[in-house]
Nanobody, 111 residues
Framework: VQLQASGGGLVQAGGSLRLSCAVS????????IAWFRQAPGKQRDAVAR???????NYADSVKGRFTISRDNAKNTVYLQMNSLKPEDTAVYYC??????WGQGTLVTVSS
């Protein structure tokens, strides 16, 4: 199983980024996928999750700003991040419910 996260970068506060997580090696349509993030010196926290049926949930800190979605035809999960804040700066990881993790992509939000 492989998860390839991409789309991170440097953006100014108030800007947007879209992260992608391409998944291979499992039955993607049956898998819940989540995004996590880890800021320097902090623990890794859950950001958003999407079930195989498309139900979503979000951390309170990103509700109304981030949107998780999936394209089963492309085996890819997306995280659309709007109204970014400096405190969103972190390495973002995608993971399956069964415990497989991607390598992370760095998001840096400048003030």
């Amino acid at each position: 199983v492989q998860l390839q996260a991409s789309g991170g970068g440097l953006v100014q506060a108030g800007g947007s980024l879209r992260l992608s997580c391409a998944v291979s090696g499992l039955t993607f349509g049956n898998s819940a996928i989540a995004w996590f993030r880890q800021a320097p010196g902090k623990q890794r926290d859950a950001v958003a999750r999407i079930t195989s049926g498309g139900s979503t949930n979000y951390a309170d800190s990103v509700k109304g700003r981030f949107t998780i979605s999936r394209d089963n035809a492309k085996n890819t999960v997306y995280l659309q991040m709007n109204s970014l804040k400096p405190e969103d700066t972190a390495v973002y990881y995608c993971a399956t419910a069964s415990g497989y993790w991607g390598q992370g992509t760095l998001v840096t939000v400048s003030s």
